[in-house]
């Protein structure tokens, strides 16, 4: 089966990614596509987090081994299947790819395609720049202490709307899978 993810920042409000990934890679496969697709270096500590509905944290999947004397399960993006922890369209989840600030990508899984598989994941919708991969805990210190509106719109972004996620994020991309580097599509 294939996954298709929409992928949104609350930083950007035109920036949009969609994934395609094969239901059985590995978290840390995932991590590398959305790193390639943003042109991030692969050098920091992130970590993804299943979410409930109302995009509140319920099992993460670290990068490496965390807490080994835990009584909960540990999952780390190399040894976990994707297929082990989303099974269903809708299901949520955050990529905290700033870990200082927890600055994040909000993911959807959009579509399940049965009956096909991909053998290397894909960025395939591309729209918009990603925001900065890091940024000083000063410079955030800073924007947060003289944001008059913290609220939803904390990053100054008064435009981004969570809800974009249930609108579709994309024109169109609910048709047939077809050639996802087809230029004429963008």
Known sequence: ?????????????DFKREIRIDSEATFLDLREVILDSVKYTKDQLD??????ED???RTEVTLMEMDTNSDEDNYTMADTRLDELIEE????????FDNMTERAFFMELREI?????????ICSKSVGDPPAQLISFDDFETKSNTSSDLGEDFYGDS?????ELDQGGFE????PMDNPY?????
């Open 182 to 186: 087809d230029e004429d599509r963008y």
């Open 47 to 52: 970590s993804f987090f299943i979410c409930e």
């Open 172 to 175: 169109g991309l609910d048709g």
């Open 159 to 163: 435009e981004y709307d969570i809800d």
């Open 89 to 96: 369209e809708g299901q949520r989840l955050l990529f905290v």
């Open 55 to 57: 995009w509140s944290k």
């Open 113 to 121: 395609i049965p009956g096909q598989d991909l053998k290397e994941p």
């Open 1 to 13: 089966m294939i996954y298709r993810f929409l992928m949104l920042s609350d930083e950007v409000d």
